[in-house]
């Protein structure tokens, strides 16, 4: 439909039931959200002019557990969220793709930018479109020049990875523009990773972009990285009662990329010292056997991190079943755990560059302090070191909770967030 359409529809409610549903846009911000899709088709007319368009949402992604496991073949548990990029788009017949979003230049991506990598033009987002472009070939797919407007509220640097809900959106774009929809969303998270691989030039791994693909809460069992198995359980956080929320305690990530590097490192150093590549083909009793020589040679931190892993993996297992069966208190059980375990053995909640600066340390113990003694759980979130801790808290004491950590950390520093069911989807 043209766009001016496309926005009245939305206007009028047309959408309300994918946004109340797939989108997890709760009742009071139901007018918020079709305002800001309104905005978007308003920057999308004023852009390019009446087209036959289409809009479109991809959430950001939550890691509830598996800290740093996945690049040793490990196991993970992550979830969707309803923060989103949005985007409207329409095709073209000039081969062209032009997206536009929201802060940024627009960039122009001609047709033969997707015949391979260019490193001139790694780290941007045109080699993200080229690369997804690239593997929809790739799997004898079809592509197409099309003009998109984007906009985000998945903030950047809080681990909830808007780089990859981008990476998604081309794809949601091309799949539906192009391919009527049927290209699964798990085989659009592995473009995805492929296109942040060879054409981005980032080496990184499949969970950011299955979990804002596929939606809902997901296991991601990484024994095999090039085919992954993927499992969605079916549990509606907000129907339990809580809330996600996710508090940003303002630390500093520069010069942290040392930091982030040495987990994998020491974790397939260990592995290594025990004659395999990752830590996955290790058992926990060959690493108990070796753990003097392995202290001698590669230092105790290292064995820490190891056995870090063996554990992280089995909580895992023990937290899917517990969301399969609706045993919130069994979930809960294996937050906490994970969130113990990778501030005294992963070791990753603050820089030892910087002792003075702890404040994921500080948030941690404040939402104990304040949520002890309730059915709640909490640990660090993403790749630790700085920015952001997690916190399931009940509806009842999310306002309380927020004032409380915000009095700290500053006004707009607890972001209340839901999980949603809906991963790559077209609203309209």
Known sequence: MITSELKKRILTGDADKVLLGECAVSEFRLSEKRERLALACDSFLSLFGEMDSMALSVGGRSEIS?????????????????????????????????VKSEGF???VVAPGAAECPDERKFFTSAAIIAGMERAFLDRGLKVGGFKAYTTSNVFKGSGLSSSAAFEVMIGNILN???????VSNVEIAKMAQFAENEFFGKPCGLMDQTACAVGGFISIDFKN???????????????????????????NHADLNEDYASVPAEMKAVAA????????????????????????????????????????????EAQCAALKSGDIDGFFKGVLLSGDSSFKYLQNVYTVKNVREQGLSLALCLTERFLSGKRAAWRV????????????????????????????FGAGKCHILSVRTGGAIRIL
Request: net charge negative.
């Open 273 to 316: 010292f025990l004659g395999k590549s990752v830590l996955r083909q290790v058992k926990p009793e060959e690493l108990y056997e070796k753990a003097p020589q392995i202290r001698e040679s590669l230092g105790d931190r290292a064995l820490l991190r190891a056995f870090h892993f063996m554990a992280e993996n089995d909580r895992v």
């Open 105 to 107: 230049e627009a960039d």
């Open 176 to 182: 539906h523009l192009y391919n009527d929809g049927k």
């Open 381 to 408: 979130h993403g790749g630790g070191f700085a920015g952001t801790i997690q916190a399931f808290v009940p509806h009842e004491f999310t306002a309380q909770y927020k004032e409380y950590i915000e009095k700290v």
């Open 225 to 251: 990285p090039a085919a992954p198995v993927i499992e969605k359980a079916d549990f509606d956080l907000t129907r339990a009662g809580y809330d996600l929320c996710i508090v940003d305690t303002g630390g």
């Open 66 to 98: 598996g800290n740093h496991t996945d690049h040793n073949g490990g196991k993970v548990v992550a979830a969707a969220i309803d923060l989103d990029i949005i985007a409207i788009a329409a095709p073209t017949d000039d081969g062209v793709v032009t």
